[in-house]
DNA sequence: CCCAAAACTTGACACGCGCAAAGATTATTC
DNA sequence: GAATAATCTTTGCGCGTGTCAAGTTTTGGG
């Protein structure tokens, strides 16, 4: 490899013999120059390692190859999971993923979304905080920015939404634990950041109804994003006062149920389904630590690889129809239950 | 709002009633200008809402606002939370921090650097692959740009280096455990990817021996960065083959912590350091969820944020240096202890 | 070998902003 | 109120690439 450094297409262009305005196509479509000159592009790319300057390639295009994906909280391994597959997908298509994280802050989604409208990405993905979001500024991007939702729906905003069908979750769950004992009562945080969780509870009233159970919503206080801890408290306080009114209980999320089986634990109740256990516990979304409790957690996974697929595709057909659909469409994802120890 | 759309500064100048050169001089410092302008720019600001054009901006910036931040795997919850930290602290210093995890591959690695590259960042935190990453591809990147590295040192590479003081967390965790009991045999990955786990085993060594107690090192197989899935597959082949050689076991990190607890937990041994206990069970990193493991876990906390306030600190000396530091510094900041109930 | 089509070169303008020099206008100080 | 400093305006070049039009060369088919 040469030493000296190129600065510029023009002299990239010049050292491999052609024009720049060929070059200049060829990094826009490789395919879109006669296999000879590519040959000749690509043998000198190899001895002088050349890149053109992104800056100067997006400031002419109205149209980047970035994409945004703006999750709500990394921390939570959902996220950093779902959104390690998208990114992945992003970078097999050709494009440039950038990740952001709200951290569950609205003032930081917002300054997030500001500054990828300056990005002019050709995308995004976006995982609202929900409730806490600011509509007004979210309806703004939207406008702005091909945006598909994900995960967290907020009605009629972006061009499309890719979710779970938190129905068949609640479903898959209830059904099981009713076919197999005691029909459960539902733990919830009484404030949930995020609309799925009111999703859950409705179906969970809902497919109770239908079996003929009577419902049981138990609900805790609790704020932010904390959700183990939030589950461990409220679990103390509902066992100090009485305990659950089922010895079958289903959390609205993993990440509440850890919080359960830890204070569980602590209290020296055994949970599972075995003889001498106090209490089935069982989840949802099959979080990347839920096989790793004590007891391990059974639990209705999402479909993280479909998830992901349905949002690239949903991204794709989005970016060829020119960053608008005439109609916004809704796809929401099934789960797949997942038995282990706890229920 | 006015509905018109500003184009550019030359516009938006006009409009505030302003040369574009001023507007130019506040959109880099504020304070550049006189009181009375920058008011007169700002109200203009409220009234049009213009922001200068990221890539045309950064074209003729030498040296850009971007900062990289590049974890090994942004689905441990320990780079989610250093990351998540830093980023916050780059926000509020100014600056636009851009996300990535190389996934535990040393491809994407590669790739990530090359494309932070053209960025022209002013400078990069990362945390590299360590034993996977390609050296020649990371040298070559803190060649061309600023790096700080942290977590993970790779000698001489990078301007700096700021990490965790992996003897201070061991001496810690193992004091404590000499003194309350059985001296520990140490658990842990034959290949870690990480240099972490070997300066840590060279620690307990050294430790012991300093104690006078014979030091016992257990180390199971596995590759990749499933390390719960790693550890209770590992404690289990103990179990089966006669066990720990001592009732007290320090892990490596928690992940592999997490994935032993559940493996005793599964075969019925009680972990703690009460009566009717098997086992005690420490170690290292203070992970976001070894609060919530069963029983909670002993182990040795990472200062969080210390690590990303002196990670900040370097690298704003580093630009200010411009890039270059005279000689690289190693910063090693200290583990705290956190007793919980696992030992 | 000729001819049309395809692919290339040449030359030039555009994008939006940073930056610098020179002159004009304000603020500050004594 | 004059001298000085600070700030602003005007003018214009430069950054590196996209893109276009017109002209030239290459390619492939008959």
Redesign the interface.
């Known amino acids: 490899m040469s030493q000296r450094k190129i600065r510029n297409m023009e002299q990239f262009a010049a050292l491999s013999g052609l024009s720049r305005p060929t070059v200049s196509k060829y990094f826009n479509d490789p395919a879109s120059v006669r296999p000879a000159t590519r040959e000749r592009i690509e043998a000198a790319l190899e001895r002088y390692d050349f ?1 053109p ?4 390639v ?2 002419n295009r109205s149209l980047t190859k970035n994409v945004g994906i703006v999750v709500p909280y ?2 939570d ?1 959902f996220f ?2 779902i ?2 597959i998208i ?2 997908r992003c ?1 097999d298509a050709g494009f ?1 993923p ?4 709200a ?1 569950g802050e609205m003032k ?1 989604e917002n ?1 997030i979304l ?2 990828l ?3 002019k990405p050709a995308g995004v993905f976006l995982a609202p905080l929900g409730r806490l979001s600011d509509r007004a500024a979210v309806a703004r991007f939207c406008r702005d920015v091909p945006t598909v939702l994900f995960d967290s729906n907020i009605e009629d905003m972006g061009e499309a939404f890719v979710g779970s069908d938190n129905h068949s979750f609640v479903e898959q769950t209830v059904d099981y634990l009713c076919r197999t004992g005691a029909p459960p009562c539902f733990f919830e945080m009484r404030t949930p950041a995020n609309p799925n969780a009111n999703k859950r509870r409705n179906a969970y009233l809902r497919v109770m109804e239908e079996a003929g159970h009577e419902p049981r919503v138990v609900q805790i206080e609790g704020e932010g994003w904390a959700f ?2 939030i589950g ?1 408290r409220g679990t103390h306080e509902i066992l100090d006062s009485g305990g659950f009114a089922t010895d079958t209980v289903l959390c609205s999320n993993d990440r509440l149920a ?2 359960l ?2 204070a569980c ?2 209290r020296g109740l055994r949970v599972g389904r075995g003889d001498g256990c106090a209490l089935r516990v069982a989840s949802h979304d099959d979080h ?2 839920s ?6 957690l059974t639990t209705a996974a999402h479909e993280y690889e479909a998830v992901a697929d349905k949002c690239m595709e949903t991204l794709f057909s989005l970016i060829e129809a020119g960053g608008r659909f005439s109609t916004r469409t809704e796809t929401l994802i099934p789960a797949r239950l997942i038995l282990r ?1 706890s229920a």
């Not at 950038?98 to 994280?101: E, H």
């Not at 096989?291 to 391990?296: E, G, K, M, V």
């Open positions: 890149r300057n992104i800056y100067a997006n400031q990394l921390a391994p950093a999971e959104a390690r990114q992945r970078i440039a950038i990740l952001y994280s951290h930081l300054e500001e500054g409208t300056a990005l183990e801890e461990r850890i919080g089986l830890s634990y602590e990347p630590f096989r790793f409790t004590c007891p391990s120890a």
